[in-house]
């Protein structure tokens, strides 16, 4: 009921006032069943105006640490991610990554819509970067189209590094579903997983306009806190969320 009310009433209205959403490729999102919305990601607000033009919920995955936390801060961050769709990472397993990927299984496997970020992080200057495998080896173990997603002004609206909101316009532009039944049988081949996530991004590359780089979000912005004297901590991410 919250994400209805989010999306309709409380948030949405005021998010189409201030980024006046166009959107194009609308008719790629199935009505009913599973898939993969597999985005760029250029800021937080992402993943605000991506479920707003979608008539469907789309479910994003969140650090256990939102819903962990204690007193009042800790409640409410737990009620606000649950409330906006986002699930948390199942850590169970002692391998996070692994257990990211059966967490958005069991998402697919309710047939509902995941949104995932394949460069794994918000780009750090608005370019488009390399892809994490972990969008391939969920596509090929499900077996679920992917809807690459390319949104647009984002950062214009929500520049990084600010929390708060500024007049733009926002597009979300929704490619083909892609299909990848013709690798049937050659899941976990990692030559495999990297030639589907760079077919993904080349897609996105297309849809968005971005230029591309070939290397991980992730190291450029480590590589940074590193000459800025700060201790970069490695974080298993499968994919970033809003949060992110």
């Not at 990601?41 to 993943?47: C, G, R, T, Y």
């Not at 990297?194 to 849809?207: K, P």
């Not at 971005?210 to 590589?223: H, M, P």
């Amino acid at each position: 009921m919250w994400y209805w009310l989010f999306k309709y009433v409380l948030l949405g209205p005021l998010l189409a006032l201030i980024g006046r959403p166009k959107v194009e490729g609308l008719e790629n999102i199935p009505e009913h069943g599973a898939a993969i919305l597999a985005s760029n990601h250029l800021a937080v607000m992402d993943s605000f105006y991506l479920p707003l033009v979608v008539r469907r919920r789309i479910t994003f995955l969140a650090k256990s640490e939102y819903f962990t936390g204690t007193g009042i801060k800790g409640w409410f961050t737990r009620w606000f991610y649950t409330a906006v769709g986002q699930v948390p990472i199942d850590r169970t397993d002692s391998d996070a990554a692994q257990a990211a990927l059966n967490t958005a299984q069991r998402i697919l496997q309710d047939g509902k819509l995941l949104g995932i970020y394949p460069e794994g992080t918000r780009s750090p200057d608005g370019r488009l970067y390399k892809g994490k495998t972990g969008l391939a080896r969920l596509a090929l173990h499900t077996g679920v189209p992917v809807i690459p997603v390319a949104m647009v002004g984002t950062n214009v609206v929500n520049p990084p590094g600010t929390k708060m909101l500024r007049p733009g316009r926002v597009t979300v532009r929704f490619g083909k579903p892609m299909d990848f039944s013709r690798f049937d049988g050659m899941a976990d081949n990692r030559f495999i997983e990297r030639a589907v996530t760079d077919e993904v991004i080349y897609e996105l590359m297309g849809l968005s306009g971005q230029e591309y780089v070939d290397i991980y979000a992730a190291s450029l912005k480590n590589g940074a806190a590193q000459q800025d004297g700060a201790t970069a901590q490695p974080v298993a991410r499968f994919p970033e969320t809003a949060a992110g």
